[in-house]
């Protein structure tokens, strides 16, 4: 742990920071003893599907990830490597109190524009049908790189994201990293068929805001939205039987 005043070891590591952070630091160095990286790749190397690799032998996707899980925690990754001695990442994670997260969670959010994201076309036709019946606007989405353009283009038009888990190229996890690097401020709700201990740390730290079983979808999804009354109950009824 790197604290603000050990001077010595902030000297060694505050390039790792831009602007005047405060506070106590974890850090983490991973090293190898490998080929290096030229400067040519080290430019690039943080860039969505930029490989090195054969055709189908990478996605190109890892450090992209793990930049945006990164910032998504308001760290910092820096890599250090010269050609034929070895690679060593740094990562540096603010500690920060859990409190900070609870205060968001509590806070009364109120959704505008809703992006939905799945690759299951029964799913997102029932997507459809219940955001449609909604107060909100809606679009949806059958890959997280349509999520990821629309973003680029209008990343502060959309209130909340809303990912299925498992997809093609990312899985939501990953897809809410990168959106976070976009727009921090957007709520992010991740639906899965897993169980929702598999997701604690990524609630406790901020990475998601929200975890959906996709049992429970509907009526979350319903009461996240404000969506209350009879009339309501209905429609929920309608969009339950488009999940069936």
């Not at 030229?38 to 032998?57: C, H, M, N, V």
């Not at 680029?152 to 990953?174: A, C, F, R, W």
């Not at 604690?200 to 805001?209: E, S, T």
């Amino acid at each position: 742990m790197i604290k603000s005043r050990d001077k010595e070891a902030w000297g060694k590591f505050s390039q790792d920071f831009s602007g005047d952070f405060q506070g106590d630091w974890a850090v983490l160095t991973v090293s190898d003893t490998g080929s290096g990286i030229s400067r040519e790749a080290l430019d690039k190397i943080f860039e969505p599907f930029y490989t090195t690799k054969r055709s189908g032998k990478g996605t190109g996707l890892g450090l992209s990830v793990v930049r945006n899980a990164m910032e998504a925690v308001k760290g910092r990754i820096r890599i250090e490597s010269k050609v034929g001695e070895g690679t060593s990442f740094i990562l540096s994670f603010p500690l920060m109190d859990p409190s900070a997260f609870e205060d968001r969670k509590q806070e009364k959010r109120v959704f505008h524009k809703v992006l939905a994201v799945d690759d299951d076309p029964k799913v997102l036709k029932a997507l459809e049908v219940m955001l449609k019946n909604s107060s909100v606007k809606a679009e949806c989405c059958n890959h997280p790189a349509a999520v990821l353009s629309l973003l680029q283009k209008h990343k502060n038009e959309y209130d909340m994201i809303l990912t299925d888990y498992q997809m093609p190229s990312v899985n939501g996890l990953e897809l809410a990293a990168m959106v976070r690097r976009l727009n921090p401020q957007i709520y992010l709700v991740l639906m899965s068929g897993l169980e929702d201990f598999r997701f604690d740390w990524h609630l406790k730290n901020g990475i998601i805001d929200e975890f959906i079983p996709k049992t429970e979808l509907w009526d979350k999804l319903r009461k996240l939205l404000g969506r209350e009354g009879k009339e309501e109950q209905r429609a929920s009824a309608r969009e339950r039987s488009q999940w069936s």
